[in-house]
């Protein structure tokens, strides 16, 4: 009998062992991806069409901002200013528009910003923006697709993005990364800070310093500047400087907290300078306290299969797999002969033997709220230029 449940135990090890390799190897990495079927909060956060897990909008407020209105006519204004950012997985896109070197390695997104004035009752939108963009599955990073697209003004145009935008790569490292950014149409260092708690979790926080740099605005923008704000000149340029630092959960590779201290001037060739655009925004509280539990939700799954779940089966399998062997071993030596059973024994045979077993195993284990988003623009609503991510 102990024999026979000897045999089940070492067969029980076997397969938990199996098991734990399996989770490791296999599962880990397929569930360390960007996955298919990731969807959209709906505006208002308990529509019934939101599912647990959908992607919540993320909002960035900025106080006592100056920046640029246009209406009927441009004005330069101060108050309060709130940037929302909402991304929508293509789920279409991804299945029939990848080309086959990204099928199974990148996903579509489709981003929208809007940025209001929240002073002012109306909250007339300031400034908008809507993309559509490539990701990689694992690194989050832009994938090289010809089918990517900014629209910042009336008409889309192609954009080549490069680096991180809105997502770090799963497991995030202590190292600098390329951060794409949107008003230079192109990416630039971001380097490795520090780590820091945020509301309980650990974060990677990097920063991204652009120092002034004049943009790159088409004459008909420059020509509504010049008309508003330097009647003598013919001409200009407007300047852009921003300091960007993102708290990245390294596990999930999602932003816990983002901050962008973004500035805009419109130098003319002729009179005083105007500044655009002077704003400090960071994510509201209820952002941060969303980003912390999804990213800490992520953390918690990932870890689970790639380190807990393995660890704990290859013990299983292993206390399984020895006490199986004592079983197996103890029986077979403990069993009495025909000779034995007789009562012949000779002097010699009748000592008392003894088995142990040593096993030594060696298990190496691989080391955005519910604020008011604009829906309007998953219809081609399009504005001016956003100032935030």
Same mark, same amino acid.
């Given at each position: 009998m102990k024999s026979r449940l000897g045999v089940l135990l070492f067969g029980i090890g076997v397969l938990f062992l199996a098991a734990a390799v399996g989770l490791a190897f296999f599962v880990a990495p397929a569930v360390t991806k960007l996955p298919y079927d990731l969807t959209a909060c709906e505006p208002g956060g308990n529509q019934p069409k939101n599912r647990e897990g959908c992607l919540k909008a993320s909002v960035a407020e900025a106080k006592d901002a100056t920046f640029l209105q246009i209406k009927e006519n441009s004005e330069i204004r101060r108050g309060d200013l709130r940037s929302t950012t909402e991304v929508v997985p293509n789920v279409r896109l991804t299945a029939d528009k990848l080309p086959k070197n990204l099928q199974g390695e990148a996903v579509v997104w489709d981003v929208y910003g809007t940025v209001q004035w929240t002073n002012e009752a109306s909250t007339p939108v300031i400034s908008q923006y809507s993309t559509e963009l490539a990701l990689d599955r694992v690194s989050a990073a832009a994938a090289n697709? *010809?089918?990517?697209?900014?629209?910042?003004?009336?008409?889309?145009?192609?954009?080549?993005?490069?680096?991180? %935008?809105?997502?770090?790569?799963? !497991?995030?490292?202590?190292? *600098?990364?390329?951060?794409?950014? !949107?008003?230079?149409? +192109?990416?630039?260092?971001?380097?490795?800070?520090?780590?820091?708690?945020? /509301?309980?979790?650990?974060? &990677?926080?990097?920063?991204?310093?652009?120092?002034?740099?004049?943009?790159?605005?088409?004459? $008909? !923008?420059?020509?509504?500047?010049?008309?508003?704000?330097?009647?003598?000149?013919? %001409?200009? /340029?407007?300047? &852009? +400087?921003?300091?960007r630092t993102v708290w990245v959960e390294p596990v999930s590779g999602n932003y816990v907290k983002v901050r962008e201290q973004q500035h805009k001037e419109f130098v003319p060739d002729?009179?005083?300078? %105007?500044?655009?655009? $002077?704003?400090?925004?960071? &994510?509201?509280?209820d952002t941060i306290t969303n980003s912390v539990k999804k990213a800490k939700e992520t953390r918690t799954q990932l870890q689970l299969v790639g380190l807990y779940g393995p660890l704990g089966l290859g013990v299983l399998g292993i206390v399984a797999l020895v006490v199986g062997l004592l079983f197996v071993i103890r029986n077979g030596g403990g069993g009495t002969s025909p000779r034995h059973a007789s009562g012949k024994v000779d002097a010699a045979e009748s000592g008392t033997g003894s088995a142990s077993s040593d096993a030594t195993t060696l298990v190496d284990l691989p080391a955005s709220p519910t604020e008011k988003t604009v829906p309007d623009q998953r219809r081609g609503a399009a504005g001016a230029e956003g100032p935030a991510k």
């Open positions: 697709w *010809d089918g990517q697209w900014l629209q910042e003004s009336d008409v889309p145009s192609k954009v080549t993005y490069e680096g991180q %935008t809105y997502k770090f790569p799963f !497991r995030t490292e202590k190292k *600098d990364y390329k951060y794409f950014d !949107r008003d230079l149409r +192109r990416a630039l260092p971001i380097r490795y800070k520090g780590t820091e708690k945020i /509301k309980g979790v650990e974060a &990677y926080r990097f920063e991204q310093v652009i120092p002034e740099e004049a943009l790159n605005l088409g004459p $008909d !923008r420059i020509s509504v500047l010049v008309n508003a704000f330097a009647k003598g000149a013919t %001409t200009g /340029k407007v300047t &852009y +400087r921003n300091t002729v009179g005083p300078t %105007t500044v655009l655009l $002077d704003a400090d925004f960071v &994510y509201t509280d």
